[in-house]
């Protein structure tokens, strides 16, 4: 079990490789018709990325791991507060409970954007607060916490937003496992075995549900076998629930791989690079005349129209394109990591570092869907890493049971005995 153990599960770089090697694998099963042979230039790409993001992750194992916490006190009900509050406030703006809607086939999925602009910022909190809370119930195992962690859960399944809440369970997997491991809890074959059949319980209702928001009875799967291409090779023990995931996985690649065989130059491809590295929301307003449309992407079917986190790249720059898009990633995840890791250190915060890193591994591992550090719904998720940092920062309070440095002067007041800076308590 190479990466469930050792704290292995919170390093990013090993994310990126079991991801890929999972989708190349599934997609060269050839379930369907869209998974033509990839490109010999992609496969070269994948191969050399994956493996520089092993040597990464080798690189820096001693970082990217769990951390116990005893500062549990200080947390975050504010953004909670915001999360809760915003998501009324989203459902009353869209006259109706999405999730009860679109099953009962009263509106069709799509049609409930949000609050605009406060809508994309309450799916980052939504992903951020309940993977905090949920590290927060694994160190203290306080009931109270557990039941924060599934509020911004609950009102993203209510706006039927099934992406970003399959993200909050990712973290919350992702944290359990690594927590286990750093207590030595051995992951043995019996408790994988459970892991396994639970994602298989999950992947199938999954399935039922898309077939109800696409206005199908349950077991009724004609629109993703058809949409989805779905071959014969398809084994019939499988539930054909199974071919939704299967889609969702393998057809960015496919799609990713068919605008690679029929690249052609964009104009402005420097300016339109440039762009496509900046939020979406804030490019599309800032720089709208350099972004790149959705509908310029070749698709083997409108339906399924995700391509990898990669097109933007693929588009403004081919294969080169690509490659240097990668390796800007591999930059900006190495420079998050060492600022956190550097600065955890000097605040003794070192615990809720699992929480950055296992919200970093989810923005990776989705990449494989869309570009996670340029959508709306996750682009913000690395600004609230760097803004709960600053929120430490400035409203650090010394104490004694967690800054060794800390002593109490003559007025009774805590300060620092080193160069370190500390609010003072009057």
Not at 312 to 322: F, K, L, R, T
């Amino acid at each position: 079990m190479f990466f469930l153990g050792g704290n292995k599960v919170l390093n990013v770089f090993y994310y990126y490789s079991i991801i890929w090697g999972v989708v190349l694998t599934l997609y060269n099963l050839k379930l369907s018709d869209m998974n033509y042979a990839t490109a010999p230039a992609l496969n070269l790409f994948f191969l050399i990325t994956i493996i520089i993001s092993l040597f990464l992750g080798m690189k820096n194992r001693h970082i990217l791991k769990y951390t116990h916490t005893e500062d549990t006190d200080h947390v975050p009900l504010a953004g909670l507060c915001f999360v809760a509050i915003a998501g009324v406030l989203d459902i009353i703006y869209a006259g109706d409970i999405p999730l009860f809607a679109i099953i009962s086939g009263r509106r069709s999925y799509g049609e409930f954007n949000g609050l605009p602009l406060f809508h994309s910022i309450l799916v980052n909190a939504s992903i951020f607060y309940s993977a905090y809370f949920f590290y927060i119930f694994l160190e203290t195992r306080q009931k109270k916490r557990l039941c924060q962690s599934f509020i911004p859960l609950i009102f993203l399944m209510l706006m039927f937003l099934k992406g970003a809440a399959v993200m909050c369970l990712f973290n919350f997997l992702n944290l359990s496992l690594t927590k286990a491991s750093k207590n030595k809890k051995v992951l043995d074959w019996k408790k994988m075995t459970v892991i396994i059949m639970i994602g298989c319980i999950i992947i199938y209702i999954n399935g039922g549900l898309t077939n109800l928001r696409s206005h199908y009875q349950w077991n009724d799967s004609h629109l993703i076998l058809s949409v989805g291409k779905i071959n014969s090779n398809w084994p019939a023990w499988l539930p054909e629930q199974f071919a939704w995931v299967y889609s969702y996985i393998t057809s960015p690649l496919a799609n990713l791989n068919l605008n690679i065989t029929h690249y052609s130059p964009s104009p402005n491809s420097a300016a339109v690079f440039a762009v496509s590295l900046i939020p979406l929301i804030v490019s599309k307003n800032l720089f709208p005349d350099f972004g790149i449309a959705a509908e310029g992407h070749r698709l083997h079917t409108v339906v399924l129209n995700a391509c990898t986190g990669f097109i933007d790249a693929v588009m403004a720059g081919g294969i080169a394109g690509i490659y240097l898009f990668a390796a800007i990633l591999f930059l900006l995840l190495l420079l998050i990591i060492k600022y956190i890791d550097k600065f955890s250190v000097r605040r003794h915060r070192q615990g809720f570092c699992s929480v950055y890193y296992s919200l970093l591994c989810m923005l990776i591992v989705f990449m494989f869907f869309y570009n996670t550090f340029r959508d709306a719904a996750t682009s913000l998720v690395v600004f609230f890493i760097l803004g709960d940092l600053s929120r430490i920062r400035v409203r650090k309070i010394c104490n004694p049971r967690l800054d060794a440095g800390c002593v109490m002067n003559s007025q009774g007041r805590k300060r620092l005995t080193d160069d370190s800076e500390c609010k003072i308590i009057n």
